[in-house]
C-alpha cells in the first residue's frame, strides 16, 4: 500500500493566483495541484499525495497560529508519512512559510522534504527541520529540481536513510547515532596524521564560515560630516523610473533629495516582502531623510549627501549585495562622504 502524503504550495503554485492573492488564508485540496501532480508520478507508486494545502505568502507569515491549526487538522484526519513542502527556490516570503511547515511536522515526527536556493532567507531553519535539497534561484528549474526530491522522498518511504552529498540536500546539522568500526579518538588520530603529512581527510565536523568584516574608524567631527542615506526598502520616485525590481534585485538606483526636507510627495515603496501602507504613507519611515534635515540645521551633522541610495532586499542575492554595495561605497567615498545611513526592513 502507497504510503499518505501531504503537500504544501504557495497561492502560485497552488494556480490560485499570483501577489494579488498572497493575502489568502489556509484551503486544502484533496488532490495533488500543480508541482504536487508531477511529483507524484516520480514516485513511483511509493507514494500517494492525499491533497495538496494552500496558503498565500503574506498570510501564513503573518498568521502562524492559524496555519498550524489547519496543519494540525490534516495530520490528525490523514496522519501523512511524508510533507513536502516547496520547492521554494529564492522566494523569501515562500521559503519562510516552507520552513514553518518543516518545523510543525519535524516536532511531529513527520519526515519533510523541500528545496530552496542556497540564499533563502528561510534556509537556515528549514534545513535543520526538513531534507531541503538545494535548488537554482530561479522556478524555472523546477524540471530538474522536483526528481530530486522525489528521489529523497523514495528512500524516505522505503526506509532508507538518505545522504546529503549522495542525494544533494543541505546538511542538517543534527547528530545521528551510527555504528562504527573504530572509536573517535582513533577516527582523530587518523585525521590528524593526515593532514600532518598533506593527505586529504574529510572532517567529521566541519566549521560554518563567516565574512570578517573590519569595522571603520569612528567619525572624528559629526558637526562637519556630511551624511548619506541609503536604503533595501525600496523606496523610489513614483512610477520606479530605473524599474528596480521589487524583490531579486538586479540593480539600484540613487536620486536626488537636494532642496528637499522631507520624502512626503513623489516617493512610494516597490518593495515586495513587507506591507507598503506606511511606507507609502510616509516614505521617511524607511529613508529618513525629514531626521536628518532636522539634524543638520541643529548642527549635529555637517550636511546631507545630494543623493540617497536604494535597491530591494527581499530574495536579492549575496553576490548581488556585495556587488551593489561596492558600487555605491566606490561612488560615496569619491564624492568624500563621511558615513552613510543604511536602512533595512
Not at 1 to 17: C, P, S, T, V
Not at 97 to 112: H, M, N, Q, S
Not at 225 to 239: K, N
Not at 324 to 344: C, H, N, P, R
Amino acid at each position: 500500500m502507497a504510503k499518505k502524503i501531504l503537500y504544501y504550495l504557495n497561492q502560485f503554485f497552488g494556480q490560485i493566483g499570483g501577489e494579488d492573492q498572497a493575502h489568502i488564508a489556509p484551503q486544502f485540496k484533496k488532490e495533488a495541484v500543480g508541482p504536487a501532480a508531477a511529483f507524484e508520478k516520480m514516485l513511483d507508486g511509493t507514494g500517494e499525495i492525499v491533497g495538496t494545502l494552500i496558503c498565500g505568502d503574506n498570510y501564513f507569515n503573518e498568521n502562524v497560529e492559524a496555519v498550524e491549526q489547519e496543519m494540525q487538522r490534516l495530520y490528525d484526519e490523514y496522519k501523512p508519512d511524508l510533507v513536502v513542502a516547496g520547492p521554494a527556490f529564492n522566494a523569501g516570503r515562500y521559503g519562510m512559510a516552507c520552513a514553518g511547515v518543516a518545523t510543525f511536522f519535524d516536532e511531529l515526527d513527520v519526515p519533510v522534504v523541500s528545496g530552496m536556493y542556497e540564499e533563502n532567507p528561510g534556509l537556515d531553519t528549514a534545513k535543520g527541520a526538513a531534507y531541503t535539497v538545494k535548488t537554482p534561484d530561479s522556478a524555472a528549474a523546477m524540471r530538474k529540481t522536483l526528481p530530486v526530491m522525489a528521489n529523497v522522498a523514495k528512500k524516505l518511504l522505503q526506509g532508507e536513510q538518505p545522504n546529503p552529498e549522495a542525494d544533494d540536500y543541505f546538511v542538517q546539522g543534527k547528530r545521528l547515532t551510527v555504528l562504527v568500526d573504530k572509536t573517535g579518538s582513533e577516527r582523530a588520530i587518523e585525521m590528524l596524521m593526515k593532514r600532518l603529512k598533506d593527505e586529504e581527510f574529510e572532517t567529521e565536523m566541519p566549521m560554518p564560515s563567516f565574512d570578517l568584516v573590519e569595522p571603520a574608524a569612528p567619525i572624528a567631527d559629526l558637526s562637519k560630516a556630511v551624511i548619506a542615506l541609503a536604503t533595501s526598502g525600496g523606496i523610489v520616485p513614483l512610477g520606479n523610473p530605473d524599474r528596480i525590481q521589487s524583490a531579486s534585485a538586479q540593480k539600484w538606483g540613487k536620486y536626488n533629495v537636494d532642496g528637499l526636507d522631507n520624502l512626503a510627495d513623489g516617493f512610494a515603496t516597490i518593495h515586495g516582502g513587507y506591507d507598503p501602507v506606511y511606507a507609502n504613507e510616509s516614505p521617511d519611515r524607511v529613508v529618513p531623510l525629514d531626521a536628518l534635515r532636522e539634524l543638520e540645521k541643529e548642527g549635529v551633522i555637517g550636511g546631507v549627501y545630494k543623493d540617497f541610495y536604494t535597491t530591494t532586499g527581499t530574495g536579492t542575492a549575496v553576490g548581488n549585495s556585495i556587488k551593489f554595495g561596492a558600487e555605491m561605497g566606490k561612488e560615496l567615498k569619491e564624492a568624500g562622504v563621511d558615513g552613510v545611513i543604511l536602512t533595512s526592513t
